[in-house]
Nanobody, 126 residues
Framework: QVQLVESGGGLVQAGGSLRLSCVLSGGRFSIYAMGWFRKAPGKEREFVGVINWSGVSTFFADSVKGRFTISRDNAKNTVWLQMNSLKPEDTAIYYC???????????????????WGQGTQVAVSS
């Protein structure tokens, strides 16, 4: 049973940075593409970004491109979301996700990945 556990959320001022972590257990981490979504109050869930199994390829939503990065360490079963130049509109619950079918844009932007974490709250004050 694959489980994902996020950590690292919190309160930060606009312009600041946070790094979220997500640890996968119950599966072979290196076969999964890993990604992040977020959901703000009153809004639909939004795709943030994804990294392929090897860490070579990433892509991001336009709203975070140039500010957020994703990295992974397959030896540690961990993926990170580095968030810089945070804005109040980045306030949301951030969810880690995993899918062994790969990091294709259609899957991640539309149909949705297989496994989800419980989420971690990020709040950005103005």
């Amino acid at each position: 049973q694959v489980q994902l556990v996020e950590s690292g959320g919190g309160l930060v001022q606009a312009g600041g940075s946070l790094r979220l972590s997500c640890v996968l257990s119950g599966g072979r981490f290196s076969i999964y593409a890993m990604g992040w979504f977020r959901k703000a109050p009153g809004k639909e869930r939004e795709f943030v970004g994804v990294i392929n199994w090897s860490g070579v390829s990433t892509f991001f939503a336009d709203s975070v491109k140039g500010r957020f990065t994703i990295s992974r360490d397959n030896a540690k079963n961990t993926v990170w979301l580095q968030m810089n130049s945070l804005k109040p509109e980045d306030t949301a619950i951030y969810y880690c996700a995993a899918d062994q079918r790969g990091s294709g844009q259609y899957l991640w932007r539309n149909s949705g990945p297989e496994y989800w974490g419980q989420g971690t709250q990020v709040a950005v004050s103005s």
